[in-house]
């Protein structure tokens, strides 16, 4: 690794964004690595006029802190606080953030507060090498992830640590690069109840809901205008009160696209995307017709 004193200082272009309304985002989520051939920040700043004649006003970058290996979707990440060098180097991303706003499109960063892999120093810090996880006084992981899924080593986002280091990270990305929001990565995941199958650990939790609610203000506190979009998947009930927080949760409409796409009538009705038709009051939903 290499540290480098007396970094070059990024000169902003646009401070003053003024993002879309979130009822008219237009999203393209993209994974760089297979979107261009050279996977890197400088050379899709390139390709923004292609995106903007698509009518794209958002694009929601899969996760590009430093994660294990090169070769990946990046939720896999372990490191929180550095873009991954397979990308190129910060600036880059600073002056690709730089250029969509100069073009009238925000940029939202996908990432991962459920787990890590690879050597993510929180985790090393406190392990248990005879059993391969965290040890059980880790400040930041559980042992054992509490609920049905398990990806990684699982945080405990009830500790105050991991609430402490989280919400410096959620800070950091909205202050030092303006990125316009996130988009949690599975925050079904951020609870401590336990629950051993999926039909249990997607119903209504207040504790999930405190979680993110806190997390959200410290975002908010920042940029009052950020996006918040969750890849939830919940009971209702639980996604109309964070929906009515002012998140926006992924409502699943990728069988009605592809059947309006072909012209059949049958399961081609995106009711389910309009919050109204869920009893919602807000319309805070991101249909998306493919995921990842």
Same mark, same amino acid.
């Given at each position: ?12 272009? *646009?401070?003053?964004? *003024? ?6 985002? *237009? %999203? ?7 979107? %261009?051939? /050279? ?16 009518? $794209?006003?958002? %694009? ?21 606080? /550095?873009? =991954? ?20 499109? @925000? ?15 929180? /985790? ?20 054992? @992830? ?27 990305? $909205? ?24 039909? *249990? ?20 506190? $920042? ?5 918040? %979009? ?5 009971? =209702? ?6 929906? =009515? ?40 939903? $991101? ?6």
């Amino acid at each position: 690794s290499v540290f480098q004193t007396q970094a070059p200082i990024y000169n902003w272009a *646009v401070n003053n964004f *003024v993002k879309q309304d979130k009822r008219g985002l *237009v %999203i393209y989520e993209m994974l760089l690595r297979d979107f %261009i051939t /050279a996977h890197d920040f400088k050379t899709l700043k390139d390709t923004l006029s292609y995106l903007k004649r698509l009518g $794209v006003n958002a %694009i929601e970058l899969m996760p590009w802190t430093e994660f294990e290996g090169n070769n990946s979707w990046g939720y896999n990440s372990f490191q929180y606080f /550095a873009p =991954d060098k397979y990308y190129g180097p910060k600036n880059t991303l600073k002056e690709f953030i730089d250029s969509c706003h100069k073009n009238g499109i @925000a940029v939202i960063m996908d990432i991962v507060l459920n787990h890590t892999y690879g050597p993510s120093p929180l /985790a090393r810090l406190y392990y248990d090498a005879s059993n391969n996880r965290p040890a059980a006084n880790n400040p930041w992981y559980n042992p054992v @992830a509490p609920h049905a899924f398990g990806f990684g080593e699982d945080f405990n986002h009830e500790s105050l640590d991991t609430k402490y280091f989280f919400n410096r990270v959620l800070k950091h990305w $909205v202050t030092e690069y303006k990125i316009d929001g996130y988009r949690f990565d599975f925050s079904k995941g951020l609870t401590q109840k336990p629950s051993g199958n999926d039909n *249990v650990f997607s119903d209504y939790d207040a504790s999930r809901i405190a979680i993110i609610k806190a997390y959200t203000d410290t975002i908010k506190n $920042v940029d009052p205008t950020s996006y918040m %979009i969750l890849e939830h998947f919940c009971a =209702d009930p639980e996604e109309k009160e964070l929906a =009515d927080y002012g998140l926006m949760t992924w409502t699943n409409v990728w069988t009605q696209y592809q059947q309006a796409s072909m012209g059949h009538a049958s399961n081609s009705n995106f009711d389910r995307v309009v919050h109204l038709a869920k009893g919602f009051n807000n319309a805070h939903s $991101v249909g998306f017709m493919e995921s990842h």
